[in-house]
Antibody, heavy 118, light 111 residues
Framework: LQVQESGPGMVKPSETLSLTCTVSGGSVVSDRYYWGWIRQSPGKGLEWIGSIYYSGSTYYNPSLERRVAISVDTSKNQLFLRLNSMTAADTAVYYC???????????WGQGTQVIVSS | IVVTQTPLSLSVTPGQPASISCKSSQSLLNGYGNTSLHWYLQRPGHPPQLLISEVSNRIPGVPDRVSGSGSGTDFTLKISRMEAEDVGVYYCMQSKQLPWAFGQGTKVEIK
């Protein structure tokens, strides 16, 4: 199973970031697994953003909950991340990964760099 | 739950052992009787790679010189004999309670 993130690379301050994670070699529809977004910035290290179950149930990090939305399209085997009101502090590499309820994130995608700049 | 790693950096002579500590602010024993503490290695330019799950379960392909131990709130990752391929940043991660959280990372270099 592989996951691959894609996105715009750069967004302007105050804009909304939209990222896609495409799953191949397996299905997002799974009784066991969730799908998560994690980001990594030099200042804050690795930060879990949120996760989604194939049914659409979502779980968000309280630090980002007001600005984030994660969704899934089971017909396309894709996950989506939307993060609004972007600032320079949101500059990071964004990863998607599979995980179980108490399980670690594995596998991870290669990540997509997002730079917030005017 | 906060997870705290020490040290933040480590320089190790080839063939020598290395040890990284990870302490959590609460017990990581989950309702299924397992402990939700995992270890990753991130090499430059790559995503984190899972090394060990649930304290001590080595992922297939991970050399047996890498081991994990601990319980409750105190955990340790050990490399018995440092090799060049062990260079990178090691992270612990807890998945017992939302929000899932990572340690700050320990940068391991060859001396």
């Amino acid at each position: 199973l592989q996951v691959q993130e894609s996105g715009p690379g750069m967004v302007k301050p105050s804009e909304t970031l939209s990222l896609t994670c495409t799953v191949s070699g397996g299905s997002v529809v799974s009784d066991r697994y969730y799908w998560g977004w994690i980001r990594q910035s030099p200042g804050k290290g690795l930060e879990w953003i949120g996760s989604i179950y194939y049914s659409g149930s979502t779980y968000y990090n309280p630090s980002l909950e007001r600005r984030v939305a994660i969704s899934v399209d089971t017909s396309k085997n894709q996950l989506f991340l939307r993060l609004n009101s972007m600032t320079a502090a949101d500059t990071a590499v964004y990863y998607c990964a599979r995980h179980g309820l108490f399980d670690p994130f594995d596998p991870w995608g290669q990540g997509t760099q997002v730079i917030v700049s005017s | 739950i906060v997870v705290t790693q020490t040290p933040l950096s480590l320089s190790v002579t080839p063939g020598q052992p290395a040890s990284i500590s990870c302490k959590s602010s609460q017990s990581l024993l989950n309702g299924y009787g397992n402990t939700s503490l995992h270890w990753y290695l991130q090499r430059p330019g790559h995503p984190p790679q899972l090394l060990i799950s649930e304290v001590s379960n080595r992922i297939p392909g991970v050399p047996d010189r890498v081991s994990g131990s601990g319980s409750g709130t105190d955990f340790t990752l050990k490399i018995s004999r440092m090799e060049a391929e062990d260079v990178g940043v090691y992270y612990c991660m807890q998945s017992k309670q939302l929000p899932w959280a990572f340690g700050q990372g320990t940068k391991v270099e060859i001396k």
